[in-house]
């Protein structure tokens, strides 16, 4: 099965555990899949683990709002658009509401 065949793929914190599943399955169903994860160490691993897909890592902090811009301006200017977002990350409800907190 393709069904990602063609569409841009953002995963975010996608190096390990349900994120790196997610993007695995979604590079071998034909997508172009970008990965990303706070420590460098994680994305070079993850790349090295998905060599044989079309894959891309980032090193990026969901949670900051520069490291965000960054790598959705880099997304934009390679492939023009995102298809598919997954917001794998996960924040703490010791700061509130995830739809009240700030950065």
Not at 13 to 33: L, P
Not at 50 to 59: A, M, T, W
Request: hydrophobic content about 35%; some cysteine.
């Amino acid at each position: 099965m393709k069904r990602f065949e063609n569409k841009v793929c953002f995963v975010t914190a996608s190096t390990q555990g349900i994120g790196f599943g997610i993007s695995e399955r979604m590079a071998m169903e034909g997508g172009k899949v970008i990965i990303c994860s706070r420590r460098e160490k994680n994305v070079n691993e993850a790349l090295d683990r998905l060599k044989d897909y079309n894959v891309e890592g980032y090193i990026c902090n969901i949670g900051k709002q520069e490291e965000r811009a960054k790598v959705l301006k880099a997304i934009r200017e390679k492939h023009g658009k995102i298809d598919v977002l997954v917001c794998n990350h996960a924040c703490s409800t010791h700061f509130g509401t995830q739809l009240m907190m700030q950065e």
